[in-house]
Structures are given as structure tokens and as C-alpha cells.
């Protein structure tokens, strides 16, 4: 039954996973939640800013040409911030005090900082040469009406926002968030807090799993977990599929008892395939039903999370309407030797550090798949293509960065 000419290489298979995830539609958000969020719409000004001529400094609305150095000017007017101008004007030989912000009277062509003033009675004496045009922001002198702003594509940031709410915008349009569905599968499973005998393992994999689709603003819907049976399997799969994406994690390998796949056939998810040229993370498999994703990672802790890192993590990213999705590939130098020896894609969980001498990274630990204090330990994940059987200490590797260095 379980055909291995169906085994892809690695680009083969994150090609067909990425041809298949498409962004979902989009839908009105609110201000408040919009950080990190997708737009689906192409943002212009709908207006110039500033809207108007206006003062950038507490100070006195002047004429520059009335203003020599000692100028004596009598104060004819005040425009706080948030008044309007209209009716008062700046006469010759007069100035207007003005506060930050208040649009400029007619006749000022400058404003002077209260800091190079000096208040006299009812006038003020200039202490600081002026020149046309000091301290007013013009209209129109940071963005012109129909300029666009912000392109579609964005992921929006606390100053995108900013943007948005100074353009008056309550909601705008991103891209919906994919519910990712997670079922864990395994008789000897047991969820975290629950009494566990011996023989049985804690469920670890959906809450790593939950973190790393919270993480990228996706939304993770546990199932709970279905025993290697029939009955349980089919309900919690059918459940599974009622979301955007479904992830099963164990039951795919070449167990006695692994009945995912034949669930999956059972419920007309059309498997793309079965099993991917990479290590860890093999038995990866990905199908469709109705146009939705389903993968099914391996069980083991390292295989699951490398699967989701590798495979499934650009799909949701794509999903949610991003453009990049896969993390960039850096280089740093080896510490000490890397190995080879599968012919897949092999992932290798390392240590990268900054140093004067640019990145250098080394092996994490025991790379086998078993072993999680080794990810624990890591910070990135050195890529070798099946052809890189070794590389060399001084020699550079390709780097995915899962987080920030420490220097
Ligand atoms: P399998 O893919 O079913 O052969 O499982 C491989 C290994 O992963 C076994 O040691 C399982 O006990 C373990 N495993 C399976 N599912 C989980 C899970 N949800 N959390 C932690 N370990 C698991
Ligand atoms: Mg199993």
C-alpha cells in the first residue's frame, strides 16, 4: 500500500504545498487588532498632511519682515491648539501667539519659538533672527491626498496604524487567519497534567504546535487526542476538517496500527504524498480536501515541530496573505564539521553566535531525531542539501535563524 515513488525532495514538496495554500478572503478589522495583520486593500491618503499650514512650535505667528533682531511686535491675538484661525490675521507690526499644532494665521509667514522671544507687556521682543518659512509645516508637505501609503501585501505595523487612524479609518481589509485544526494521534497518549502511567507519553506536540501557529497570528483549534482506532479517528478527523487546515501529528509512519491514512482516504482528503526526502521530519504527508490542506506530521517531538517549520509554517504565512514566507537563508561559519549521511535534505539544529569575526555556528547536540534538549539548545537550522555530504569546520552553511542571536 504505501508507495514510495510518491517520496518528494524537499523543494518538490513545499512547491506543491505552497501551489495548493492560497490567501484566504479578506475581512473588515478593526483598528485595535490590526497589528501584524495582512492588507488586503491598497491604502491612499484621502487627504494632504498636514490638512493645513500649521505651527510647529509654541511661539508667535510673525511676518519675517517685520522681524529684525530686538523687534518689538504688539501680541494681537492667541490661536491654541485646536482653534481656528479664521478671523485673525497677522498685521504688520503685530504677531499672533500660537501654540503647537494651531493652524497659521493669514498674513504669517513664520513662526518664532517662544524659546527666542521675550514677553513684554502686551508685545513681544524677537531675540533670534527669523527667516520666511521658519517652524510651519505646510500643507501637504509629508503626504499628498491620493498618494498611495500603504501597498497591499503589508504586514501592518504599530505605525501603519498610526497612519490608518490619522486618515480617520476604524476598520480596514486584511486577510482572514486560517483556524488550523491539531489532532494528535496515539493510544499511549495522554494530555499534560493527566495521571501517566509508565508506558504512556504526554501529548507535547499539540501545544507546540498551538504556540507555533499563534506565533505567526494564525489560530490553533486543539481536538484533543484520538486514539489508534477506527471509531475515534473518524470523528476526530471529520471534526478536523470542518477548519481551514488540518494537522495530525503520529500515525503515518509504517506502524502496525498507523490508520491515519486510510482515515484521510476514507474522508476524501486527496494525498498529494506521502513522504518527503528531508531528516528529520520523512513521513510528512499532504493532501486536500475540498481545496484545504491536511498534514500529517510524524510524532516524534524534533519530526513534528521540524515538519511544521519546514512544510506547514509557509503555508498558513501564505494563507494569511504574505508574501515572504520562508525565513531567509543566511550564511555562517562552521565551528566544527557538519555531516551528511542520508541523501535527503537534512536539517541540523544549531548554535549560531555573532562574533567579530562575523556568524559562526555549530551542531546544537546529539542530532538524533529523539533527543529534544538539542532544540532546546538551538537557535537556528542548518539546511545541507542531499549532496553536501560534509562541510567543514571554517567552511559557510546555510542558516535558518529561528531566533535573535545572542551577541
Ligand atoms: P509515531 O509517529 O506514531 O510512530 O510516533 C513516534 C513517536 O512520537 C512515539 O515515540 C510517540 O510516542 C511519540 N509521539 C506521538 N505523538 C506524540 C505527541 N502528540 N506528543 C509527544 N510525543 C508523541
Ligand atoms: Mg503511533
Redesign the pocket.
Known amino acids: 500500500m504505501k508507495d514510495s515513488s510518491s517520496v518528494k525532495s524537499f523543494t518538490e514538496a513545499r512547491n506543491i504545498i505552497l501551489e495548493h495554500a492560497s490567501p484566504l478572503e479578506a475581512e473588515p478589522i478593526a483598528l485595535l487588532s490590526l497589528v501584524g495583520r495582512v492588507l488586503a486593500e491598497e491604502i491612499t491618503a484621502p487627504w494632504d498632511m498636514p490638512r493645513w499650514d500649521n505651527s510647529e512650535m509654541d511661539g508667535f505667528a510673525v511676518r519675517a519682515s517685520d522681524c529684525q533682531l530686538f523687534s518689538r511686535l504688539k501680541v494681537a491675538g492667541y490661536i491654541p491648539a485646536g482653534a481656528i484661525a479664521e478671523g485673525i490675521s497677522v498685521k504688520p507690526g503685530t504677531a499672533v501667539r500660537i501654540m503647537t499644532g494651531a493652524p497659521v494665521p493669514e498674513g504669517c509667514d513664520a513662526i518664532v519659538p517662544i524659546e527666542n522671544t521675550r514677553v513684554d507687556e502686551d508685545a513681544v521682543i524677537i531675540q533670534k533672527l527669523v527667516r520666511t518659512g521658519d517652524y510651519i509645516r505646510y500643507c501637504g508637505s509629508d503626504i499628498s491626498a491620493e498618494e498611495l501609503m500603504i501597498p497591499a501585501g503589508t504586514t501592518l505595523r504599530p505605525v501603519d496604524i498610526n497612519l490608518l487612524a490619522s486618515f480617520s479609518r476604524r476598520t480596514v481589509q486584511v486577510y482572514r487567519r486560517p483556524e488550523v485544526a491539531i489532532l494528535?494521534?496515539?493510544d499511549?497518549?495522554v494530555a499534560p497534567g493527566e495521571a501517566a502511567t509508565s508506558a504512556q507519553?504526554?501529548?507535547?506536540?499539540?501545544y507546540s504546535l498551538a504556540a507555533a501557529i499563534s506565533e505567526i497570528g494564525a489560530i490553533p483549534k486543539l481536538l484533543g487526542?484520538a486514539q489508534d482506532n477506527y471509531e475515534s479517528l473518524r470523528e476526530k478527523i471529520g471534526q478536523g476538517l470542518k477548519a481551514d487546515v488540518l494537522i495530525t501529528?503520529?500515525?503515518?509512519?509504517s506502524?502496525d496500527r498507523?490508520l491515519v491514512r486510510e482515515i484521510l482516504e476514507g474522508a476524501e482528503v486527496a494525498q498529494q504524498f506521502w513522504k518527503v526526502a528531508i531528516k528529520p521530519a520523512g513521513?510528512t504527508a499532504f493532501g486536500l480536501n475540498a481545496g484545504k490542506p491536511v498534514f500529517s506530521l510524524?510524532?516524534?517531538?524534533v519530526?513534528?515541530m521540524i515538519g511544521f517549520e519546514q512544510l506547514v509554517r509557509p503555508a498558513l504565512l501564505k494563507m494569511m496573505g504574505h508574501t515572504r514566507v520562508l525565513r531567509p537563508l543566511i550564511k555562517a561559519t562552521l565551528k566544527t564539521a557538519l555531516h551528511n549521511e542520508t541523501t535527503k535534505t537534512r536539517f541540523l539544529r544549531v548554535k549560531v553566535e555573532k562574533t567579530s569575526a562575523g556568524l559562526l555556528a555549530e551542531s546544537a547536540g546529539d542530532q538524533n531525531t529523539g533527543i529534544l534538549s538539542t532544540m532546546i539548545r538551538a537557535n537556528g537550522i542548518a539546511v545541507l542539501s542531499a549532496e553536501q555530504t560534509e562541510i567543514l569546520a571554517g567552511e559557510e552553511v546555510d542558516i535558518q535563524l529561528l531566533n535573535p542571536i545572542n551577541s
Open positions: 494528535s494521534t496515539g499511549e497518549l507519553i504526554i501529548d507535547s506536540n499539540a487526542i501529528s503520529a500515525g503515518v509512519s506502524g498507523d513521513p510524524p510524532g516524534n517531538p519530526s513534528s
